[in-house]
């Protein structure tokens, strides 16, 4: 083998080969684009900003929010909402509790709410950076719209 050869084969074995998927079971991809897809819809997104916010100063334990509540506090129909709620639920973000004709939701796994929220607050953040930027780099005549 010359060395061209040998050079060669070293580069090809440094390349990825194909597509790199993660090693993760396909059940557990399949869940995730679920739960993406769920929580990347605007009024649900809303539902868990609501559900995850403390009551006056206390972080624990969050409370529990009634299905009307909710309606009124993201301004949607009852039917929508609950609609929400159930896709919500189905995926294991909350937890609900009937109490005679009122249904009660709280939130069921907060750690992955919170490291949901921290990806919409660097989104933000980034956002704003990006936004800055074109603005800075705006002068009269090219940013008319």
Do not use: W
């Amino acid at each position: 083998m010359t060395d061209t050869d040998q050079s060669a084969d070293k580069q090809k074995s440094q390349r990825p080969q194909g597509s790199h998927k993660p090693k993760r079971p396909p059940e557990v991809d399949k869940y995730v684009d679920i739960f993406l897809s769920t929580v990347c819809d605007t009024s649900r997104r809303y539902i868990l900003e609501l559900l995850a916010q403390p009551e006056g100063d206390k972080p624990e334990p969050l409370p529990e929010h009634r299905s009307g509540d909710i309606a009124r506090a993201i301004k949607l129909s009852a039917a929508t909402t609950s609609e929400h709620l159930r896709q919500l639920v189905e995926i294991g973000l909350i937890a609900s509790r009937r109490e005679g004709n009122v249904v009660y939701y709280r939130l069921r796994n907060r750690k992955l709410v919170q490291s949901f929220h921290d990806l919409l607050a660097a989104l933000d953040n980034n956002y704003a950076l990006n936004h800055a930027h074109k603005v800075l780099e705006c002068d009269d005549e090219s940013c008319k719209a």
